[in-house]
């Protein structure tokens, strides 16, 4: 195990092996967890701030260990990506948000619009756009109802190529979100070449919003960027009603975040918008 100093200067310690075994047993729980059925998605809700009416959900993985319970992703998407587990991970992920989808519609539910997370991972193997045509094909889940979200990472890796897969999806019917936006390094000039329609405020953006001399001139902007460019936006990580009323008022079109509700779990989502239709 080697890495790079201060002064760039390579060393290496005993304690860095140990970090290193820890990482092969991740990916190796990783890869029996998958093979278990041992993930599963909860479901965020998004609000229009308009009309307060839902506008979608987003799913968030979760790893359902036996001994530690719901580990969040936090501790094992880089893992993931690192192995190249990401890749059928990330497939699973997206076929099991197309069968909630299809579950929610046989439950009688109005379509909602099912948000996916996308790693750059999945970009860079060839046939991320066939897996997801037939995932959407076999699921029998309506393509318009995805909406897929990269973050300014992944557009960021090879242009034309992300440009093109993206592309091919939208003639699916598939559309795409570029998340935690802000927070990354892509020109404006991009953002325009990208085929996306939806935009997430990055939750520290959020946080900071209220605070005198904050964040608040930056979501200014990208919401007038955002209407200029005909986008729409949520924001992410709303936490408080004072965060909520402000983004209103900013001409924000949705809102995410605990102030709403926390990630669900299937049977908790499926209750709230039983709920919703007055079910
Ligand atoms: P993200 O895509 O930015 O997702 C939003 C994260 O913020 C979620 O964390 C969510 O639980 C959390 N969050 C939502 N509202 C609030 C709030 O009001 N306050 C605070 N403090 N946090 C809030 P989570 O579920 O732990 O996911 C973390 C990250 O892991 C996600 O960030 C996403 O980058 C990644 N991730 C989650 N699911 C997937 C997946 O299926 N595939 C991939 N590739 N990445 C995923
Ligand atoms: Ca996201
Ligand atoms: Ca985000
Ligand atoms: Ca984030």
Redesign the pocket.
């Known amino acids: 195990a080697k890495s790079k100093g201060k002064d760039g200067v390579e060393f290496h310690t005993p304690d860095m092996d140990i970090t290193v075994a820890r990482e092969v047993e991740l990916h190796v729980e990783l890869r029996k967890a998958l093979d278990a059925g041992r993930f599963e998605?909860?479901y965020?809700p998004q609000t229009d701030l308009r009309t307060g009416a839902l506008a979608g959900v987003?799913?968030?993985?979760?790893w359902n260990d036996p001994v530690k319970g719901y580990v969040?992703?936090?501790e094992f998407?880089r893992a993931a990506e690192e192995s190249g587990l990401?890749e059928r991970?990330?497939e699973w992920?997206i076929e099991e948000a197309c069968r909630q989808t299809v579950r929610w519609k046989r439950l009688g539910l109005p379509p909602v619009r099912m948000s996916?997370?996308?790693?750059a991972r999945?970009f860079r193997g060839e046939d991320l756009y066939r897996n997801v045509r037939s995932i959407v094909r076999e699921t029998g889940a309506d393509p318009r109802q995805l909406l897929l979200?990269i973050?300014e990472s992944v557009s960021m890796q090879d242009v034309p190529r992300t440009i093109r897969i993206m592309n091919e999806l939208r003639g699916e019917g598939i559309r795409f979100a570029i998340?935690?936006f802000g927070t990354g390094y892509s020109s404006l000039q991009y953002l325009r070449s990208f085929p996306v329609r939806h935009l997430?405020i990055?939750?520290s953006f959020v946080t900071d919003l209220l605070r005198a001399g904050g964040s608040e001139p930056i979501v200014k902007s990208i919401l007038d960027m955002a209407g200029h460019m005909g986008l729409d936006v949520v924001a992410?990580?709303?936490?408080t009603e004072e965060q909520c009323r402000k983004l209103r008022q900013l001409g924000c079109g949705e809102a995410?975040?605990?102030?709403y509700s926390?990630?669900l779990p299937e049977a908790e989502a499926t209750a709230f918008l039983c709920k919703l239709k007055g079910d």
């Open positions: 998605l909860f965020q987003e799913a968030l993985v979760r969040p992703p936090s998407i990401i991970l990330g992920t996916v997370n996308l790693s999945q979200e973050t998340d935690d997430k990055d939750r992410e990580g709303v936490e995410q975040g605990f102030w926390r990630p």
